[in-house]
């Protein structure tokens, strides 16, 4: 099975050709250090599942080469896109910039045989290291193309989300949107509210314990996720969502009384204060936090929620977001908020809505959501019943530690032709495709505690929704077929099975027999409740 997820903008197989074949003579033979940067991070994977040299080269390349050029005008100006050429006389990958270069060697990866995932040189494929004979010309639909970790709820470990970036990173999506803080925990050392990280990081869903990055920690992920050119998205949800910064400091609550740590689920209880007597605290708590996350962040947004501010009066929510947006921005960050912060008729210049409504939108988030772009800001779409990877699977499937995982208030379950069959542009009336800057899928994880159910919730459906944000619309010339998906999931599960990912086997996709291909992991969760 040969296919590319997501489907390329050109894809040709070159019948009867002969393949490139990939040996101990094979070099990365680059025109650029840039070049050479992203050769370096691809080699690294392809050298510990082949065992061979491969080593990093300028100068003239043969037949068992593969070619790594940035050029201006290779493809055709987009900072994404690339074009690839594979046979007999070597691959060829060509690109306008290091980031669409790097797209082009996770197309590669995927024509590769799924081996080439192995940390391990212990066996090669039967028909050897092949690639076969094809051409590609790609690029991106959308230029935002995420998905959304919540840390918050269960915490992850900084390898766990190293992993996740991996995984991101093949399908060519190129943000993690990390929702850093909530009730039940905060999760990034701030050094000037030490106790955020001390009370506020204790606990988490169920009791199962607590967690946090230090700065060093958070450096590390987005020193990684860089050089895969994933960019980090930190979320601190405010005003709303912020129980563990209330436990944690007693002076940010408006009867000057620390709040009790939260193990729970519910949502829209808890709020910053708005009045006069607390405004020296929440204006320096605002001003601090999102100082020291925008020094660690060299992306250039910052995510402050904004979301189920049930319990905020709407004048203190509108005056509230007025000041976290006016920290944030002091900090030379672009805002971006759920859709609710739409709310607000005084949002900074260039603020991005995150719409998290449904395909069918109710009415205040149709009206939210145009307010952005009606202040000049732009859009990513997350409909919940559709993009949230959370949602339960159709049939409730058990996990892969047992029991069943995930929630079904976004209208219900949501199968693998739901996350594929929607349309972006007509979600919200009155938003063309030049106001939506792009896509993401978020997991929220009140009941995914563990890697593995992280991974059976998001695959195989981030797929799909990565398809959706990289591949040309219908009405741009691209096609959206179920059948062709399908198969090219197949293949793409070869991958997933030898990196040892829990994926959910869904009905309607002819998955290949795993073989010997690693176990999923299956890891126990420590200290966790039983569901």
Not at 39 to 50: P, S
Not at 163 to 178: C, E, G, T
Not at 458 to 484: K, M
């Amino acid at each position: 099975m040969t296919g590319i997820i997501p489907a390329p903008t050109f894809f040709e197989l070159h019948e009867g050709a002969a393949p490139f074949r990939l040996d101990d003579d094979s070099r990365f033979v680059v025109n650029c250090a840039d070049a050479a940067a992203v050769a370096e991070t691809f080699a690294g994977r392809v050298r510990a599942a082949t065992g061979f040299e491969l080593p990093v080269v300028e100068g003239a390349a043969g037949a068992s080469d593969l070619r790594l050029v940035i050029s201006d005008g290779a493809a055709g100006g987009s900072p994404e896109g690339y074009t690839l050429e594979s046979g007999g006389d070597g691959v060829r990958i060509a690109a306008d910039a290091a980031a669409g270069l790097f797209r082009g060697t996770q197309s590669l990866r995927q024509l590769l045989p799924p081996e080439i995932e192995r940390a391990d040189a212990s066996r090669a494929p039967a028909g050897g290291w092949t690639v076969p004979a094809a051409s590609v010309t790609d690029s991106p639909r959308f230029a935002y193309r995420g998905a959304m970790l919540d840390v918050a709820r269960h915490f992850f470990a900084v390898e766990d989300v190293l992993d996740f970036v991996d995984r991101l990173s093949l399908l060519k999506l190129n943000a993690l949107h990390l929702h850093l803080t909530d009730d039940q925990g905060w999760r990034i050392e701030i050094d000037s509210w030490p106790e955020l990280t001390g009370i506020g990081a204790s606990t988490s869903v169920g009791g199962a314990g607590g967690g946090f990055y230090t700065k060093d920690d958070y450096r590390r992920i987005v020193e990684y996720a860089a050089a895969r050119f994933v960019t980090i998205v930190p979320e601190l949800d405010l005003p709303g969502h912020t129980n563990a910064a209330l436990s944690a400091y007693p002076e940010l609550n408006c009867d000057g009384v620390a709040a009790e740590p939260y193990e729970g689920v519910e949502v829209g209880f808890s709020s910053l204060c708005a009045s006069p007597e607390r405004a020296e605290a929440t204006d320096r708590f605002l001003a601090d936090v999102t100082r020291e996350v925008a020094e660690l962040t060299p992306g250039p947004w910052l995510h402050l929620g904004g979301d189920e501010s049930l319990a905020t009066p709407h004048a203190d929510y509108l005056d509230l977001v007025h000041r976290m947006t006016l920290a944030a921005v002091a900090t030379g960050k672009t805002v971006i908020g759920w859709h609710e912060l739409g709310a607000s008729t005084e949002l900074p210049p260039g603020t991005v809505g995150q719409y998290w409504s449904h395909v069918e939108p109710e009415a205040d988030a149709v009206l939210f959501t145009r307010s952005f772009v009606e202040q000049g800001g732009s859009i990513i779409l997350s409909p919940a019943d559709v993009a949230y990877l959370d949602m339960k699977y159709p049939g409730d499937p058990e996990g892969p530690l047992g029991g069943t995982l995930g929630l079904d208030w976004a209208k219900g379950p949501t199968s693998l032709e739901e996350a594929y069959g929607w349309e972006p542009v007509g979600i919200v009336p009155g938003i063309d495709e030049s106001d939506i800057l792009g896509i993401e899928a978020p997991v929220w994880t009140e009941t995914i505690a563990t890697v593995p159910e992280l991974e059976f919730m998001a695959f195989p459906r981030i797929a799909a929704i990565a398809e959706i944000a990289w591949s040309p619309s219908v009405a741009a010339g691209g096609s959206r077929s179920e059948a062709d998906f399908a198969a090219r999931l197949a293949a793409l599960g070869m991958h997933l099975d030898e990196l040892g990912i829990a994926y959910h086997r869904v009905d309607g996709v002819p998955w290949a027999t795993p073989g010997d291909a690693p176990a999923p992991r299956v890891e126990e969760p420590v200290g966790l409740p039983a569901r």
